[in-house]
């Protein structure tokens, strides 16, 4: 065995494989691949192997198209055959409108992503496949490319083409132990001996979390059990004379494609069951679990009702097998948290599908720092330190519950439900709080009407549409208060910390105390990594001059992780985070300088306080540090409690603000408001995908700075001029926000991509942000918006469009 590597991939199964195979793609050919077993040998061998190209966003879309390609590509290479079974074409079934419109949503995206997905209805569902009856059908979603492929030739082929290019995989080789040496390269140690290497992967499947422990790290990833049986021969399947397509149902959660002339059937049943959960037999290769028809019988009895065929048929096979599952469904897929030099492709629960695009990011994302798409979806990330093992567990059990029951825009299911909250959580719940869910936070939506008031869950505005329209008028005309519980926060201290901030941001950083500042971090490629409010807060008694680095609630391992990679080593930059020690009140609207005037002592006038300041002060007795800023558009303050004083500080503002009618408003209205008022999300407006001048963010870019991340790149990208641009649009539709990801049309040509939509109550536009090609980029220019399968009008209008010269903000 080598004794030095550039990477080392830990197992063999399609994760290990599918990276193995994009890194020499991307041409590192000096890499391993060390497999405890054989390849295969823990759940690939026996997968269902179902290969779709459905996604629920873009980046997952466009992986799995890569993946279809891939594979074809495989199958059609002689030298590693593959039987892929490619383009039987697949149907998800819907039997309410509102999955429907899902469907024509996905279409719509689709189309942008160059995929052509097809929206059918119950009729032509049985035309496509013979065996289905349309009992509570109403219709399903075609896609075109479904198949399934053998996994063990799959991953053959995979590493015989990475070995062609110089790789080497080494079987029967367990890893028991990762050191780290002091430069962060690695000691990777098997049982035939050691092996050095600058980078590792773990790509483990269930044995995920015995790989991370070796790096004292753990992943919120869990093991369910899942089945599938194989029928005899069907007789229709044999006369039908075509391959059937395959079925995913989620009115009563099975799928099912052709195997032989018979059918495999696979469940998610309501009773299911997690595995592994108090360690893993080491023995457990190539291995099943005991099979256990009784637990599907639910589900079974669905699949009898849909395909009647099935009855008449016996059993030839069941397979129960471990199967992954993370706490929001979608893979880990990047970087490991915390970790130099380490990342992992794991918690894959479709990963034959999926495996060919997940590997081929991530080997972008080691090689390049980044990949083609945004891939925060899947980022390790996204998660924090709630998410332990009890949490993990109850989420995969939910998620195995409603494998084919997407999430729809603000669903939060009930399962690991205030895994983090604040002494006012139990307040807001008493004042009929509906609550979204924020990394894990419990933040109000909105305020219900009634304790039993309820949403429809669907793609159009809901039951809440006029609530939310009440709370944003009360900010608009008196103040409102809103808790912002979670948003990230570290503390930057020490001598070398302003030249550190302005090589990290791709604009003028204010550096003077007392002011705060907004700006954009980049990556080395010139594309937008973060955005982030700067607080620059003089000494006081309460601590040093210091800065306070503000960004989006989720972003906080995502934001830890780049600062400290980029300080350098003689660099005298400490930072420290206050995410989970403090909580933002809001308080907003024309009546807002006349509550904090009346709870705390300071001079709040304009003149001792002007936009964008900073200072700290007691609200009551609760020491606040306090910030002019305003994401709604209305005068603001941003009043940062520590969380032992936020009860306290909560009741003096609202005591102060029951003379000036304050009310509760929640996260929806802030949406609203700042689409309005043309502020960006994170993730949704600023990705990885656009540089700062394609995201309109011109005045907070310099490029005469002497340095910053990504100078050199974003240079190059401005010299060769836009082709895309972020731009406002004004939706001629009353019954729906545009969705993200849904597609902008010239004709028949897409032109562009919604990334945020949002009705905007104080303007009574339906507002939309969207990257669209530069030549449609002008203000007044028409075009359509593929909503949910119909064409209607959209129109570039000014960014901002609320009191554009800020004449609210700055009262
Ligand atoms: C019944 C069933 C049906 C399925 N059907 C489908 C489907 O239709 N379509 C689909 O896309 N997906 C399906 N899946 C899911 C899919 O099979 C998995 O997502 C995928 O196989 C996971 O691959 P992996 O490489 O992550 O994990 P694995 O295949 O488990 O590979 C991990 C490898 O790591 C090795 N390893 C672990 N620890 C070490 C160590 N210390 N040192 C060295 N090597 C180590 C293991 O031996 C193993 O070979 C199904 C799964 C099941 C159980």
């Not at 599907?296 to 099935?310: C, K, Q």
């Not at 219900?448 to 793609?459: A, E, G, Y």
């Not at 926000?737 to 536009?765: C, F, H």
Request: charged content about 25%.
């Amino acid at each position: 065995m080598k004794t030095r590597t550039k990477v080392v991939v830990i197992g063999g199964g399609i994760a290990g494989c599918s990276t193995l195979y994009h890194l020499t793609k991307e041409g590192w050919s000096d890499v391993v691949l060390l497999e405890r077993n054989n390849l295969t040998s823990g759940t690939t061998w026996h997968s269902a192997a179902q290969v779709t190209n459905f996604g629920m966003n873009q980046t997952m879309v466009g992986l799995k198209k890569h993946s279809i390609k891939l594979y074809r590509d495989l199958a059609n290479d002689p030298n590693f055959p593959v039987n892929y079974n490619y383009a039987d074409g697949g149907i998800r079934l819907a039997n309410t409108e509102e999955q429907m419109d899902a469907y024509r949503h996905f279409t719509s995206m689709g189309r942008g992503m160059g995929v052509d997905f097809e929206v059918i209805d119950a009729e032509e569902c049985k035309r496509r496949h013979p065996l289905i009856s349309t009992d509570n059908l109403l219709g399903g979603w075609w896609d075109p490319h479904d198949g399934n492929i053998d996994p063990y030739q799959l991953c053959n082929a995979l590493t015989g083409r990475a070995k062609n290019a110089g790789a080497e995989v080494y079987t029967d080789t367990p890893v028991t132990a990762l050191d780290q040496y002091k430069d962060g390269t690695w000691k990777v140690t098997t049982h035939k001996g050691v092996i050095d290497c600058d980078i590792v992967v773990n790509a483990g499947g269930y044995r995920v979390n015995e790989v991370a422990k070796m790096m004292n790290v753990h992943h919120p990833v869990a093991s369910m059990e899942h089945q599938y049986f194989l029928t005899e021969d069907i007789p229709a399947i044999e006369k039908a004379g075509h391959r059937m397509p395959l079925l995913r149902c989620p009115i009563s959660d099975y799928y099912c494609r052709q195997d032989k002339n018979g059918l495999l059937i696979g469940f998610y049943e309501q009773d299911c069951k997690p595995w592994g959960m108090d360690g893993i037999d080491p023995n457990f290769v190539n291995a099943l679990c005991p099979d256990d028809l009784d637990r599907v019988t639910d589900v079974l009895e669905g699949a009898f009702a849909r395909m009647p065929a099935l009855k008449e048929v016996g059993i030839r096979n069941i397979v129960n097998g471990p199967i992954t599952y993370t706490i929001d469904g979608t893979p880990l897929v990047g970087k490991i948290p915390g970790k130099e030099n380490a990342f992992c492709i794991i918690g894959l629960r479709a990963g034959i599908g999926e495996g060919g695009g997940h590997g081929w990011l991530l080997a972008q994302q080691i090689v390049h720092g980044e990949a083609c798409y945004d891939t925060w979806c899947l980022d390790p990330a996204r998660f924090t330190s709630h998410t332990n093992v009890e949490l993990t567990s109850l989420k995969a059990i939910e998620d195995y519950q409603n494998e084919f029951r997407f999430h729809f825009p603000h669903e939060h299911r009930p399962a690991g439900r205030s895994a983090k909250t604040t002494s006012l959580t139990p307040i807001m719940t008493e004042n009929n709080a509906e609550f979204t869910v924020v990394n894990g936070w419990e933040r109000v939506d909105f305020i219900k009407p009634s304790k039993d008031f309820k949403c429809t869950h669907s793609f159009n505005f809901d039951e809440a549409f006029s609530v939310v329209g009440k709370e944003i008028a009360n900010v608009q005309n008196n103040v409102g208060i809103c808790e912002v519980n979670g948003f990230n926060r570290f503390e930057i201290t020490g001598e070398d910390t302003d030249s550190f901030i302005d090589r990290m941001f791709c604009g003028k950083i204010t550096h003077k105390p007392g002011r705060v500042g907004l700006g954009y971090l980049l990556n080395e490629l010139g594309m937008i990594k973060g955005e982030a409010t700067i607080t620059n807060i003089p000494e006081s008694e309460r601590g040093p001059k210091r800065v306070w680095y503000g960004s989006a609630a989720a972003s906080e391992l995502h934001d830890m992780d780049w600062l400290t990679q980029h300080i350098k080593q003689d660099e005298k930059v400490n930072i420290k985070s206050l995410t989970n020690n403090q909580t933002i009140l809001i308080i907003a609207g024309p009546n807002s300088r006349k509550v904090i005037s009346a709870c705390s002592r300071e001079n709040w006038s304009k003149e001792a306080f002007s936009w964008l300041s900073v200072r700290e002060c007691f609200i009551g007795f609760s020491p606040a540090t306090v910030m002019a800023v305003s994401f709604s558009g209305e005068m603001a303050y941003e009043i940062h409690i520590p969380n032992e004083s936020l009860y306290a500080a909560y009741l003096s503002l609202t005591k102060a603000g029951t003379e000036f009618g304050m009310q509760i408003f929640g996260a929806r209205a802030v949406e609203s408001m700042r689409m309005e008022k043309g502020f960006l999300a994170w993730k949704h407006d600023l990705i990885t995908e656009y540089d700062p001048f394609e995201t309109g963010l011109n005045r907070f870019t310099n490029l005469q700075k002497e340095n910053f991340i990504g100078k050199a790149a974003l240079q190059k990208r401005f010299d060769s001029g836009l082709k895309k641009k972020l731009v406002c649009l004004n939706i001629n539709c009353k019954h729906a926000p545009a969705p993200g990801g849904a597609s902008l049309m010239d004709g028949d040509k897409v032109v562009g991509t919604i990334s945020s939509g949002e009705w905007g109550y104080r303007v009574n536009q339906n507002l939309a942000y969207a990257f669209i090609n530069i030549d449609k980029a002008e203000i007044g220019t028409k075009m359509d918006l593929d909503l949910f399968g119909k064409l209607v009008k959209a129109e570039v209008i000014p960014f901002a469009p609320y009191d554009s010269n800020f004449s609210r903000i700055l009262a």
